[in-house]
């Protein structure tokens, strides 16, 4: 496995891409520059929901609900993974079982069925009572920034009724209010370190699942908030050097429209995304280059100088750049 750039946009319409719970849910918006902001913790859950429901792996990170409703905490999630070879529990009080043992245990089970720890690392607490450090510590090998819009987005504030009473006995209906943003192109940016996927096993496999985890996980988030989502752009750049990679690639894709005002932008069919940037930054290191794997959705349009009239994987190849489709 090669170092790898991820360069990934999608949008929203008239929905909460990312609500903030100590604000009342309202989407994450940098107030100094109006961008939209969306977590890398989002992206992943995305993720993680659409391995673990549509491809049945085993993720780690997942509420799971006693028979009294009662959420599992992370330390009681790394106890179910004390399994030994033949299925049955380790006993954590055997005294001929040292914390280092125990560790390895459950750090090979986890790194074995878990294919989000694979990815994404994490810190597993333990609960032992035994000399020395409790807890499992991997640096994952996917690593995302936060999302930003790539324009400026401004919130909508929603009322409305709801079906039931306000209390029993009542005529009044309940009131139910909600914030929105109109739309909001969004653009995350990752990469994919090989050094630390040897540490947690992370395979080519795993690699395939994360891209189509990105792409159809957000368009199968079919929930009441997040209905809307649409993945336009998925971009990975796969380096032939080791421990090189250009950096920042989704800084150098722009849009361009014809709106007075980016807060006026409602669909992606008033927008072009200019890539004329990331095509010189990629020419420029063309040999330091092994693959460029390309996803996009066919209603969006991209421009360089001028507009790209011809399909983009077949542009970037008629520009040299050894691209091609990324089949998810």
Known sequence: MNRSELVFLYDISYANPNGDPLDENKPRIDEDV????????????TIRDYLHDFKDQGIFVKEIEDENGNIQDAKLRAMDYLIDENGEKVDITD????????KRIMYNNILK????????????????????KSSITLTGPVQFRFGRSMHKVEMKHIKGTGAFASSAGKQQKTFREEYILPYSLISFYGVINENAAKKTLMTEEDESLLVEGIWNGTKNLITRSKFGQMPRLLLKVTYSDANYFIGDLDKK???????EDDKKLRSVDELQID????????????DKIDSISVKF?????FRDSVPIEVDL????????????????
């Open 313 to 328: 994987v077949e542009y970037l190849v008629e520009k040299g750049l050894p691209a091609s489709e990324l089949t998810i």
């Open 253 to 259: 894709i722009k849009i361009e429209h014809d709106l």
């Open 113 to 132: 069925e878990c294919v989000d720890v694979r990815l994404f690392g994490g810190t597993i607490p333990l609960e032992i009572k035994k000399k020395g």
């Open 34 to 45: 109006e961008l939209n902001i969306v977590t890398d913790v989002r992206l992943k859950r």
């Open 275 to 286: 890539v004329s940037q990331l095509i010189i930054a990629l020419k420029s290191d063309l």
């Open 297 to 301: 959705d066919p209603a969006v349009k």
């Open 95 to 102: 005294k001929n079982l040292s914390l280092s043992q125990i």
